[in-house]
């Protein structure tokens, strides 16, 4: 089975930028959805971004803008370039990942990492 590994969050203030990686063991992820959500305290585990097979990405309109989802197929690992921080990013931030097309649903990625932490303050 697909095995994630998040890296890359820390603590950073306004208006910083941080880079999340995420590599992927157990499938290429050539073929695969790949997504970022977040999860606040209190708050439901929201998607960030995501994209496709083919390179096509998709952004949560909060982000838009400052975020930018990227991959590296031959290094198997997924990236979330993030920039202008504001505090309501911070959240724990999740790695996922499942065959073949995007989805939006939680339930619909049967394959997450541990999360790394992003604080914005």
């Known amino acids: 089975h697909v095995q994630l590994v998040e890296s890359g969050g820390g603590s950073v203030r306004t208006g910083g930028s941080l880079r999340l990686s995420c590599a992927v063991s157990?499938?290429?992820?050539?073929?695969?959805?790949l997504a970022w959500f977040r999860q606040a305290p209190g708050k439901e585990r929201e998607g960030v971004a995501d994209i496709r097979g083919d390179g096509r990405s998709t952004y949560t309109d909060s982000v838009k803008g400052r975020f930018t989802i990227s991959k590296d197929n031959a290094e198997n690992t997924v990236y979330l370039q993030m920039t202008s921080l504001i505090p309501e990013d911070t959240a724990m931030y999740y790695c996922?990942?499942?065959?073949?097309?995007?989805?939006?649903?939680?339930?619909?990625?049967?394959?997450w990492g541990q999360g790394t932490q992003v604080t914005v303050s």
């Open positions: 996922a990942a499942r065959p073949g097309a995007c989805r939006w649903n939680v339930g619909d990625f049967n394959n």
């Open positions: 157990g499938y290429s992820i050539t073929t695969y959805c």
